[in-house]
């Protein structure tokens, strides 16, 4: 018996086949279907269901509508790529549509057509990576091939995109000797080369993105400055605050007001005088975990939800210590 998708889609196809067009015209049609599942998804079946319409409009392209061909291999890649799955099945097939989607359309496709199947085939590459399933330099070198057309004057969206990517390509490489320091000046480079052509009012999303990634890498670098980085972070944190909000954008505000309270929870009170602690920096530290938490929470976030929890955790305990040790000196001195 088959599935209610494929029902609905055997139903699609029926209709496409009533009507007076041609061959191509009907696979487009198909197409046109498939991509309005595909970016208006009511429900996790509508995924399924723009895939076989995708798979359907193939079986039927013939060779020699090679053009079509291509596009549709490479839209088939993109839906491939959205699917929840416990497995690679899904990231492994988008991997392979979109490598035929270049074969196909590279001689006589757009150079932006070329360049958003090499953006795409890169963030495959990338979460192939970090499962150990394929090498990071390959979604690396396919981000810079992007780049050729994707260039910041034409295309700044795309290009800030790409920094971003190939920003996070460079910190996901596991080395522990000096060429660590090299990649993570690589990505804080990329993340400012993408900051310089977007912008708080036409790419608030690009912008806020790069922001809150940038405070990450300023963080987390290896570096004798630590307070200075952590101060700078924290500046680009406040950079994407402006445009995530809890009303607009609870996830990834979320995300950010997290990462801010890392930096809190590692900045003395007055960074001038760092013996004296950071027991005000732990308080606001912990009033912005605690958000994070909430909102984890409620979105159904429970690794980050968990994560948070163990961070509150630790706060709590410092600053249950902090309270015991001034009450103790506070108690020698009322004696003496």
Known sequence: MPSRAESEVGAALAAVEAEDASLAEKI??????????QTRPKTPGHL?????????????????????RGRLHARLATALQAVPAD????????????EAARDILKHDGAPEE???IEMN????????AGANAAPITAAIAAYQRALRTFDAKAFPKEYAILQNNLATAFLSIPFS????????????????EGLKVVNLIDHPSEYAMLQNNLGNALQYVSSSHSIENCLRAMDAYDEALKVRTRATTPAEYA?????YANCLRNLPDDVARPEHGN????????QHYREAAEIFAAFSEAQKAGIVGEMIAEIEAELSQVRYSDEHVSAVASVQ
Do not use: H, W
């Not at 690679?88 to 392979?96: G, S, V």
């Open 255 to 259: 995300n950010t007001i997290a990462n």
């Open 48 to 68: 399924q269901q723009a895939i076989l319409l995708y798979e359907k409009a193939l079986e039927l392209c013939p060779a020699e509508l090679y053009l079509l």
């Open 121 to 128: 085939l890169g963030l495959v590459l990338q979460s192939l």
């Open 114 to 116: 070329l360049a958003e």
């Open 177 to 192: 000797d000096e060429r660590a320091k090299m990649r993570e000046a690589l990505a804080v480079q990329a993340f400012q």
């Open 279 to 286: 027991r005000k920096n732990l308080d606001k530290a912990l």
């Open 87 to 98: 497995d690679l099945t899904p990231l492994k097939d988008a991997q392979r549509n979109l």
């Open 28 to 37: 487009e049609m198909l197409m046109e279907m498939a991509m309005g599942l």
